[in-house]
């Protein structure tokens, strides 16, 4: 049998792993339980009633959080050349086309997001094999391809964040920095939720949110009452 450390019994002792609390009341349980040295993230995990090998039934989506995730997004434009001024202008880390693509085939993923125009999709899409994976594929539904390339930057840049449904029917995805005061994590973790909402498929039948759970990195994962959130 595991062990548990001193840290998490104690961390398990301030609250009931069987109860599901109102939102607000996670929040500042998760916030009272981490005890990581580092500023850790806080963690949404919802699971949904969908059946993601069904094309019909995927979720995915992307929404700009209240007050960003506290994190700093790299972010690489791959670009032609008349777009790398204002890509660099907007606050990308990274601009350039062949060199990058070169970069990506040798094995340099050192990003979080990617963002390209649609002319140049067809040689990006050649790296589906790498960047997929890593969660790193611009799609246009993200609004990562696109002509827009300065209003793409920016979003990323100002706490956008992409999110998907995994092959178990879960949403995970980060949401904030614990550090953050309980209203901002509230407030970006409503969003996200609005979201999900918003994109149930048509094809999805019984119960749409089946569960939510938040959590911060290295705590044990509370769970939010789903009735308590008006959504």
């Known amino acids: 049998m595991a062990r548990v450390s001193k840290k998490r019994k104690e ?8 109860k599901a609390y109102s939102l607000t009341e996670a929040v500042e349980i998760v916030k009272q339980i981490t005890y990581t040295k580092f500023d850790a993230s806080v963690d949404l995990n919802v699971r949904l009633g969908v059946d993601p090998r069904k094309a019909n039934q995927m979720v995915r989506g992307s929404v700009t959080l209240p007050h960003g995730t506290g994190k700093t997004v790299r972010v690489l434009v791959l670009c032609s050349p008349d777009k790398n001024q204002e890509a660099l202008e907007a606050g990308a880390d990274f601009v350039g086309f062949e060199d990058y693509i070169q970069k990506i085939k040798d094995g340099w993923t050192d990003v979080d997001v990617i963002i390209t125009m649609p002319t140049l999709m067809p040689k990006v899409g050649a790296l589906g094999r790498i960047l997929g994976p890593r969660g790193l594929m611009p799609n246009p539904k993200t609004g990562t391809v696109t002509m827009d ?5 920016r979003e990323v840049k100002a706490g956008k964040i992409d999110f998907k449904v995994d092959k178990y029917g879960i949403v995970d995805t980060p949401i904030a920095k614990v550090s953050f ?9 409503k969003e996200v939720l609005q979201m999900i909402v918003k994109l149930k498929p048509a094809a999805a039948k019984g119960t749409y949110i089946k569960s939510i759970y938040i959590s911060s990195t290295m705590s044990p994962g509370v769970q939010v009452d789903v009735k308590s959130i008006a959504i």
């Open 149 to 153: 390339i300065a209003k793409a930057v």
């Open 11 to 18: 961390a398990l002792a301030k609250f009931d792993k069987s």
């Open 181 to 189: 005061p309980s209203e901002k994590i509230f407030d970006n973790a």
